[in-house]
Protein backbone atom coordinates (compact mmCIF):
# COMPACT_ATOMS: atom_id res chain seq x y z
CA UNK A 1 0.00 0.00 0.00
CA UNK A 2 1.56 3.28 -1.17
CA UNK A 3 0.93 5.83 2.11
CA UNK A 4 2.15 9.07 2.12
CA UNK A 5 4.24 8.91 5.70
CA UNK A 6 7.80 9.88 5.62
CA UNK A 7 10.54 8.18 8.14
CA UNK A 8 12.16 11.99 8.87
CA UNK A 9 8.81 12.79 9.94
CA UNK A 10 8.48 9.47 11.67
CA UNK A 11 12.11 9.86 13.61
CA UNK A 12 11.78 13.85 14.37
CA UNK A 13 8.29 12.96 16.37
CA UNK A 14 9.57 10.07 18.11
CA UNK A 15 12.81 12.14 19.52
CA UNK A 16 10.15 14.93 20.28
CA UNK A 17 8.03 12.96 21.99
CA UNK A 18 11.05 11.55 23.92
CA UNK A 19 12.18 15.06 25.29
CA UNK A 20 8.40 15.76 25.95
CA UNK A 21 8.63 12.29 27.73
CA UNK A 22 11.18 13.48 30.53
CA UNK A 23 8.83 16.33 31.59
CA UNK A 24 5.87 13.98 32.11
CA UNK A 25 4.06 11.37 35.17
CA UNK A 26 0.72 10.42 32.80
CA UNK A 27 1.12 8.80 29.09
CA UNK A 28 -3.15 10.32 28.09
CA UNK A 29 -2.81 7.98 25.05
CA UNK A 30 -6.09 7.72 22.49
CA UNK A 31 -7.33 5.61 20.61
CA UNK A 32 -10.24 5.11 18.15
CA UNK A 33 -12.79 3.16 20.12
CA UNK A 34 -14.06 2.12 16.49
CA UNK A 35 -10.39 0.11 16.16
CA UNK A 36 -8.55 0.14 19.10
CA UNK A 37 -5.80 -2.06 18.26
CA UNK A 38 -5.28 -0.62 14.48
CA UNK A 39 -5.77 2.80 15.64
CA UNK A 40 -2.47 2.81 18.28
CA UNK A 41 0.99 2.45 17.68
CA UNK A 42 2.09 0.06 20.39
CA UNK A 43 5.65 1.62 20.31
CA UNK A 44 3.86 3.94 22.48
CA UNK A 45 4.78 1.44 25.22
CA UNK A 46 8.27 1.44 24.83
CA UNK A 47 8.62 5.17 24.58
CA UNK A 48 6.26 5.73 27.89
CA UNK A 49 7.61 2.86 29.94
CA UNK A 50 8.04 4.27 33.84
CA UNK A 51 4.78 6.37 33.31
CA UNK A 52 1.52 6.13 34.58
CA UNK A 53 -0.80 4.96 31.26
CA UNK A 54 -4.15 5.88 30.35
CA UNK A 55 -6.07 4.63 27.54
CA UNK A 56 -9.00 6.58 26.18
CA UNK A 57 -11.13 4.99 23.84
CA UNK A 58 -12.12 8.06 21.90
CA UNK A 59 -15.11 8.64 19.65
CA UNK A 60 -17.13 5.84 21.72
CA UNK A 61 -20.54 7.82 20.73
CA UNK A 62 -20.13 6.26 17.13
CA UNK A 63 -19.09 2.97 18.62
CA UNK A 64 -20.57 0.01 19.84
CA UNK A 65 -21.71 0.23 23.51
CA UNK A 66 -21.70 -3.10 24.46
CA UNK A 67 -17.84 -3.33 22.19
CA UNK A 68 -16.59 -0.59 24.17
CA UNK A 69 -17.52 -2.24 27.50
CA UNK A 70 -15.37 -5.39 26.14
CA UNK A 71 -12.70 -3.13 25.20
CA UNK A 72 -12.18 -1.29 28.46
CA UNK A 73 -11.95 -4.92 30.04
CA UNK A 74 -9.50 -5.89 27.04
CA UNK A 75 -7.13 -2.99 28.20
CA UNK A 76 -7.51 -3.12 32.12
CA UNK A 77 -6.49 -6.66 32.35
CA UNK A 78 -3.60 -6.07 30.43
CA UNK A 79 -2.44 -3.21 33.36
CA UNK A 80 -4.05 -0.05 31.66
CA UNK A 81 -6.28 2.98 33.28
CA UNK A 82 -8.97 2.99 30.70
CA UNK A 83 -12.15 5.15 29.70
CA UNK A 84 -14.40 5.60 27.09
CA UNK A 85 -15.21 9.02 25.97
CA UNK A 86 -16.45 11.10 23.66
CA UNK A 87 -13.47 14.46 23.43
CA UNK A 88 -16.43 16.50 22.25
CA UNK A 89 -17.72 16.65 25.27
CA UNK A 90 -17.98 18.17 29.11
CA UNK A 91 -18.54 15.60 30.22
CA UNK A 92 -15.96 12.92 29.65
CA UNK A 93 -13.32 15.59 31.15
CA UNK A 94 -15.06 15.26 34.43
CA UNK A 95 -14.82 11.39 34.56
CA UNK A 96 -11.04 11.65 33.64
CA UNK A 97 -10.13 13.81 36.28
CA UNK A 98 -10.67 11.15 39.20
CA UNK A 99 -9.04 8.39 36.98
CA UNK A 100 -6.01 10.88 36.43
CA UNK A 101 -5.64 10.85 40.56
CA UNK A 102 -5.88 6.47 40.42
CA UNK A 103 -3.60 6.20 37.83
CA UNK A 104 -1.11 8.10 39.17
CA UNK A 105 -1.38 7.20 43.03
CA UNK A 106 2.17 5.82 43.05
CA UNK A 107 3.97 9.26 42.03
CA UNK A 108 1.48 11.02 44.41
CA UNK A 109 2.08 8.71 47.39
CA UNK A 110 6.25 9.02 46.54
CA UNK A 111 5.84 12.72 46.25
CA UNK A 112 4.18 12.86 49.41
CA UNK A 113 6.88 10.52 51.39
CA UNK A 114 9.71 12.91 50.33
CA UNK A 115 7.22 15.85 51.98
CA UNK A 116 5.96 17.18 48.19
CA UNK A 117 2.72 18.43 48.51
CA UNK A 118 0.41 19.64 46.03
CA UNK A 119 2.60 18.81 43.02
CA UNK A 120 0.22 18.77 40.03
CA UNK A 121 0.29 15.26 37.77
CA UNK A 122 1.83 16.55 34.65
CA UNK A 123 0.11 14.45 31.58
CA UNK A 124 0.58 14.41 28.07
CA UNK A 125 -1.80 13.26 24.74
CA UNK A 126 -0.41 11.11 22.13
CA UNK A 127 -1.93 9.26 19.36
CA UNK A 128 -2.16 8.44 15.72
CA UNK A 129 -3.57 11.10 13.78
CA UNK A 130 -7.02 11.77 13.95
CA UNK A 131 -8.14 10.31 16.89
CA UNK A 132 -8.79 13.20 18.44
CA UNK A 133 -5.98 14.58 20.54
CA UNK A 134 -7.05 18.57 19.73
CA UNK A 135 -10.53 18.19 19.92
CA UNK A 136 -9.61 16.84 23.04
CA UNK A 137 -7.12 18.81 24.56
CA UNK A 138 -9.66 21.85 23.73
CA UNK A 139 -12.11 20.82 25.49
CA UNK A 140 -9.56 19.90 28.62
CA UNK A 141 -8.74 23.50 27.81
CA UNK A 142 -12.43 25.01 27.61
CA UNK A 143 -13.11 23.94 31.13
CA UNK A 144 -9.37 24.67 32.54
CA UNK A 145 -9.11 27.82 34.55
CA UNK A 146 -5.61 29.22 33.81
CA UNK A 147 -2.77 28.14 30.38
CA UNK A 148 0.43 28.16 32.42
CA UNK A 149 3.38 30.12 31.16
CA UNK A 150 7.10 29.06 30.53
CA UNK A 151 8.67 28.03 33.30
CA UNK A 152 12.69 29.03 32.77
CA UNK A 153 14.92 25.85 32.85
CA UNK A 154 12.17 23.46 33.21
CA UNK A 155 9.80 23.06 30.60
CA UNK A 156 11.26 25.80 28.24
CA UNK A 157 8.85 26.45 25.46
CA UNK A 158 6.19 24.54 26.81
CA UNK A 159 2.97 25.23 27.77
CA UNK A 160 0.85 23.79 30.44
CA UNK A 161 -2.65 23.72 30.60
CA UNK A 162 -4.00 23.68 33.85
CA UNK A 163 -7.06 21.83 34.67
CA UNK A 164 -7.02 22.42 38.57
CA UNK A 165 -4.70 22.22 41.49
CA UNK A 166 -3.82 18.37 40.73
CA UNK A 167 -3.38 17.87 37.06
CA UNK A 168 -1.36 20.22 34.52
CA UNK A 169 -1.75 18.86 30.87
CA UNK A 170 1.03 19.46 27.72
CA UNK A 171 -1.10 21.97 25.36
CA UNK A 172 0.67 19.98 21.89
CA UNK A 173 0.09 16.48 21.42
CA UNK A 174 2.25 13.61 20.79
CA UNK A 175 2.17 12.21 17.09
CA UNK A 176 2.14 8.85 16.50
CA UNK A 177 2.32 6.69 13.53
CA UNK A 178 0.31 4.17 12.19
CA UNK A 179 1.53 0.90 12.27
CA UNK A 180 0.75 -0.11 8.66
CA UNK A 181 2.74 -3.73 8.03
CA UNK A 182 -0.70 -5.23 8.19
CA UNK A 183 -2.96 -4.30 5.03
CA UNK A 184 -6.22 -5.06 7.67
CA UNK A 185 -4.85 -2.80 9.63
CA UNK A 186 -4.67 0.44 6.78
CA UNK A 187 -8.19 -0.81 5.30
CA UNK A 188 -9.59 -0.36 8.99
CA UNK A 189 -7.92 2.85 9.33
CA UNK A 190 -9.03 4.05 5.94
CA UNK A 191 -12.75 3.09 6.62
CA UNK A 192 -13.31 5.26 9.47
CA UNK A 193 -11.59 8.34 7.32
CA UNK A 194 -8.01 8.19 8.65
CA UNK A 195 -5.92 7.35 5.62
CA UNK A 196 -6.88 9.11 2.66
CA UNK A 197 -9.39 6.65 0.78
CA UNK A 198 -7.91 7.66 -2.62
CA UNK A 199 -4.96 5.37 -1.75
CA UNK A 200 -7.12 2.58 -1.62
CA UNK A 201 -10.14 0.56 -4.27
CA UNK A 202 -13.34 2.04 -2.53
CA UNK A 203 -15.26 -0.64 -3.69
CA UNK A 204 -13.02 -3.28 -2.06
CA UNK A 205 -13.14 -1.12 1.32
CA UNK A 206 -16.79 -1.05 0.97
CA UNK A 207 -17.25 -4.75 0.02
CA UNK A 208 -14.89 -5.40 3.76
CA UNK A 209 -17.37 -3.04 5.35
CA UNK A 210 -20.36 -5.29 3.95
CA UNK A 211 -18.86 -8.15 5.15
CA UNK A 212 -17.91 -6.76 9.05
CA UNK A 213 -21.78 -5.22 9.12
CA UNK A 214 -23.15 -8.28 7.93
CA UNK A 215 -21.44 -10.48 10.19
CA UNK A 216 -21.59 -8.83 13.72
CA UNK A 217 -24.16 -6.34 13.13
CA UNK A 218 -27.42 -8.50 11.75
CA UNK A 219 -30.20 -6.11 10.13
CA UNK A 220 -28.36 -3.01 10.17
CA UNK A 221 -28.47 -2.94 6.15
CA UNK A 222 -31.45 -4.12 5.60
CA UNK A 223 -33.16 -1.48 7.93
CA UNK A 224 -30.98 1.33 6.90
CA UNK A 225 -31.13 0.98 2.69
CA UNK A 226 -34.01 -0.28 0.70
CA UNK A 227 -34.27 -4.18 -0.60
CA UNK A 228 -31.30 -5.22 0.67
CA UNK A 229 -30.73 -9.01 0.96
CA UNK A 230 -28.00 -9.85 4.05
CA UNK A 231 -27.34 -13.30 2.80
CA UNK A 232 -26.53 -11.81 -0.91
CA UNK A 233 -22.41 -11.13 -1.72
CA UNK A 234 -21.02 -8.07 -1.04
CA UNK A 235 -20.97 -6.82 -4.22
CA UNK A 236 -24.83 -7.57 -5.10
CA UNK A 237 -25.35 -5.73 -1.72
CA UNK A 238 -23.56 -2.62 -2.80
CA UNK A 239 -25.18 -2.93 -5.93
CA UNK A 240 -28.77 -2.85 -4.11
CA UNK A 241 -27.34 -0.02 -1.96
CA UNK A 242 -26.80 2.13 -5.71
CA UNK A 243 -29.94 0.99 -6.32
CA UNK A 244 -31.85 2.19 -3.56
CA UNK A 245 -30.28 5.68 -3.52
CA UNK A 246 -30.23 6.00 -7.10
CA UNK A 247 -25.78 6.30 -8.00
CA UNK A 248 -25.88 6.61 -10.63
CA UNK A 249 -22.90 7.41 -13.42
CA UNK A 250 -23.40 9.48 -16.48
CA UNK A 251 -23.87 6.81 -18.51
CA UNK A 252 -27.31 5.89 -16.26
CA UNK A 253 -26.09 2.50 -14.55
CA UNK A 254 -25.93 1.93 -11.36
CA UNK A 255 -22.36 2.89 -9.73
CA UNK A 256 -20.86 1.13 -7.70
CA UNK A 257 -18.12 3.37 -6.82
CA UNK A 258 -20.34 6.27 -6.09
CA UNK A 259 -22.30 3.69 -3.25
CA UNK A 260 -19.14 2.71 -1.81
CA UNK A 261 -18.91 6.59 -1.20
CA UNK A 262 -22.55 7.26 0.50
CA UNK A 263 -21.97 3.81 2.31
CA UNK A 264 -18.77 4.68 4.19
CA UNK A 265 -19.98 8.71 4.50
CA UNK A 266 -23.17 7.25 6.03
CA UNK A 267 -20.89 4.78 8.57
CA UNK A 268 -18.57 7.42 9.48
CA UNK A 269 -20.66 10.05 10.55
CA UNK A 270 -22.40 7.43 12.79
CA UNK A 271 -26.11 7.10 10.41
CA UNK A 272 -25.69 3.40 10.26
CA UNK A 273 -25.38 2.79 13.71
CA UNK A 274 -22.54 2.73 16.02
CA UNK A 275 -20.63 -0.07 14.70
CA UNK A 276 -17.16 -1.20 15.95
CA UNK A 277 -15.24 -2.84 13.35
CA UNK A 278 -12.35 -4.72 15.65
CA UNK A 279 -13.07 -7.01 18.49
CA UNK A 280 -11.26 -8.32 21.33
P1 LIG B 1 -6.19 14.82 16.01
O1 LIG B 1 -5.86 16.07 16.74
O2 LIG B 1 -5.89 13.59 16.80
O3 LIG B 1 -5.59 14.74 14.64
O4 LIG B 1 -7.79 14.78 15.80
P2 LIG B 1 -8.86 15.98 15.86
O5 LIG B 1 -8.99 16.48 17.26
O6 LIG B 1 -8.53 16.95 14.80
O7 LIG B 1 -10.20 15.20 15.50
C1 LIG B 1 -10.41 14.58 14.26
C2 LIG B 1 -11.89 14.56 13.94
O8 LIG B 1 -12.56 13.71 14.88
C3 LIG B 1 -12.59 15.90 14.05
O9 LIG B 1 -13.62 15.89 13.08
C4 LIG B 1 -13.24 15.86 15.42
O10 LIG B 1 -14.36 16.71 15.54
C5 LIG B 1 -13.65 14.42 15.48
N1 LIG B 1 -13.77 13.92 16.87
C6 LIG B 1 -12.87 13.99 17.85
N2 LIG B 1 -13.30 13.39 18.95
C7 LIG B 1 -14.52 12.90 18.68
C8 LIG B 1 -15.48 12.12 19.43
O11 LIG B 1 -15.29 11.74 20.58
N3 LIG B 1 -16.64 11.79 18.78
C9 LIG B 1 -16.89 12.16 17.49
N4 LIG B 1 -18.04 11.79 16.96
N5 LIG B 1 -16.01 12.88 16.76
C10 LIG B 1 -14.84 13.23 17.35
P3 LIG B 1 -13.55 16.73 11.76
O12 LIG B 1 -14.58 16.18 10.86
O13 LIG B 1 -12.14 16.79 11.29
O14 LIG B 1 -13.93 18.15 12.24
P4 LIG B 1 -15.38 18.68 12.67
O15 LIG B 1 -16.25 18.42 11.50
O16 LIG B 1 -15.82 17.94 13.89
O17 LIG B 1 -15.11 20.11 12.94
Known amino acids: MNVQWYPGHMTKAKRAMQEDMKLI ?3 IELVDARIPLSSRNPDIDELGKNKARLILLNKSDLASESYNLAWE ?3 QEKGYHVVKINAKSNASVKIIQ ?13 DRKRGILNRPVRAMVVGIPNVGKSTFINTFAGKACTKTGNKPGVTKGKQWIRLNKNVELLDTPGILWPKFEDPAVGLRLALIGSIRDEILNRTEMAFELISILTTHYTGILEKRYEGIEETKK ?28 LLMEEFRNGK ?6 EFP
Do not use: H, P, W
Not at 98 to 110: D, H, L, M, N, P
Open 25 to 27: DLV
Open 73 to 75: NYF
Open 98 to 110: GVIQKACKEKIER
Open 234 to 261: AEEILYQIAKSRACLSKGGEYDLDKAAM
Open 272 to 277: IGRITL
